[in-house]
């Protein structure tokens, strides 16, 4: 089956840049997520790329595709405090369901 | 913005014991998903569901659970004989259309005793 893989952990100082990083193995992704855990919360989505674009950015947040390397980021430009939280990154496949990574727990420090 | 809604945030429950988890999802939206997240391991998928019927379920979503849309706007998942590694997150989520973001409720969190 899928196999969507993130790392654990980021710690970034508050102005940086924060990148998120994460492999998936299907090669029939139509489209592919992130979403963002606040403690306590539910799973907000962030953005969304579609599997033959590249890039899209979104105010702060861009996203790359390298769909060769089956390789998906998420860059957050002058991250900030409330920026802390996990960061999933999901595939949808041909199939309509999720398969969510195990989540990078981001922490921003001041 | 519209959201999906999720009742209630933490249900604790006897091992053996029904349990109907609730949805209200968002109003326009035609599919409806169940996801569930055991502490410390991956989101996975559960069951998804459009037009009164379930389209795609995963090898997790056995005969103890089922799905329904007992009227116009809520969803629910049942588990009819809870066990203890029914413990998790469950997370409801809908989409306007199959393969459109799918947008998640704040989840209840199943303690099963």
């Known amino acids: 089956g899928e196999d969507v893989e993130q790392s654990l952990f980021l710690s970034v100082r508050e102005g940086d840049s924060s990148v998120i990083n994460c492999t998936y193995t299907?090669?029939?992704?139509?489209?592919l997520y992130w979403y963002k855990q606040e403690p306590g919360a539910g799973l907000q989505l962030l953005t969304y790329?579609?599997?033959?674009?590249d890039m899209k950015q979104d105010q702060r947040l861009t996203v790359l595709l390298n769909k060769k390397d089956k390789h998906l980021s998420l860059r957050i430009a002058d991250t900030q405090t409330g920026d802390s939280a996990i960061y999933f990154c999901a595939d949808q496949t041909g199939a309509n369901n999720l398969f969510f990574g195990t989540g990078t727990r981001l922490t921003v420090i001041p | 913005e519209p959201e999906v809604t999720q009742t209630p945030s933490h249900q604790v429950t006897q091992m053996g014991q029904e349990v109907i988890l609730r949805c209200v999802p968002i109003?326009?939206?035609?599919?409806f998903y169940w996801y569930r997240q055991i502490l410390g391991q991956k989101v996975e998928f559960l069951v998804s569901f459009y037009n009164n019927e379930i389209s795609e379920k995963s090898e997790i979503f056995d005969d103890q659970f089922s799905v329904e849309r007992p009227d116009g706007s809520n969803f629910t998942l049942k588990i009819r004989s809870t066990k203890l590694e029914d413990s998790a997150m469950y997370f409801c989520?809908?989409?306007?259309?199959?393969?459109?973001?799918?947008?998640f409720g704040d989840g209840t969190r199943l303690s099963i005793l």
């Open positions: 989520a809908s989409s306007e259309a199959r393969a459109q973001p799918q947008h």
């Open positions: 299907d090669s029939s992704s139509t489209y």
């Open positions: 790329i579609f599997s033959n674009m």
């Open positions: 109003s326009n939206h035609l599919y």
